[in-house]
């Protein structure tokens, strides 16, 4: 079984300043891990994903996130945020196995303030 | 850029009555998958289909719900009897290898009245 925690449903930052949305995981075995970002009314579009290659991912935009298996969390960083990245970011899950439906966190709300 | 496309993109309906819900996933993509938001909850797995089967499915997908890819282009999720608690913003996703990027069409918002 697996499941994804997202720490803080909403995050205000301001314009320029550090990004840091948390995700936590568990799962049975090695995961592949994902983060999707959702701007209003559009679907689930990939930022990065980490399918145990690197640890440290980078995505587009200037994201990147880092896998760390001893404390089983895959956080999203942005040196500096834009009023663009304003946006609903959910956190993912899956198997490497034949089953890969992803499993998602409840998702953080990032306001970029000016 | 290919993309997956859904629609509609809003429906309404009655309890009760039958809705169809249409996605054309990218061209050479294998692999199809339902995902459903009810409003301010998660974003939850539904069902995946490969080679004209059900590959997975939730809890969720109960006896209500069923997939069809009925031409080469088109993959649909029909719900039977909608229910109130039906009522979601509806992901249709595909990715071309199992091991690849799931990628999402923009959604149907189904209300159920």
């Known amino acids: 079984a697996q499941s994804v925690t997202q720490l803080g449903s909403h995050v205000s930052v301001s314009e320029g300043a550090l990004v840091l949305l948390r995700c936590n995981y568990s799962?049975?075995?090695?995961?592949?891990l994902f983060w999707y970002v959702q701007y209003p009314n559009q679907g689930l579009q990939l930022l990065l994903k980490?399918?145990?290659?690197?640890?440290l991912v980078k995505g587009i935009n200037g994201f990147e996130a880092e896998f760390k298996k001893s404390e089983t969390s895959f956080h999203l960083t942005k040196p500096s945020a834009h009023m663009s990245d304003a946006a609903e970011y959910f956190c993912a899950v899956s198997g490497t196995g034949s089953a890969r439906q992803l499993t998602f966190g409840s998702g953080t709300q990032l306001t970029v303030l000016p | 850029e290919p993309e997956v496309t859904q629609t509609p993109s809003h429906q309404v309906t009655q309890m009760g009555q039958e809705v169809i819900l249409r996605c054309v996933p990218i061209s050479n993509h294998l692999y199809f998958y339902w995902y459903r938001q009810i409003l301010g909850q998660k974003v939850e797995f539904l069902v995946s289909f490969y080679n004209n089967e059900i590959s997975e499915k939730s809890e969720i997908f109960d006896d209500q719900f069923s997939v069809e890819r009925p031409d080469g282009s088109n993959f649909t999720l029909k719900i039977r009897s909608t229910k109130l608690e039906d009522s979601a913003m509806y992901f249709c996703?595909?990715?071309?290898?199992?091991?690849?990027?799931?990628?999402f069409g923009p959604g149907t918002r189904l209300l159920v009245l």
């Open positions: 996703a595909s990715n071309g290898q199992i091991q690849e990027t799931q990628y």
């Open positions: 799962s049975s075995v090695p995961p592949y």
């Open positions: 980490y399918t145990s290659a690197a640890t």
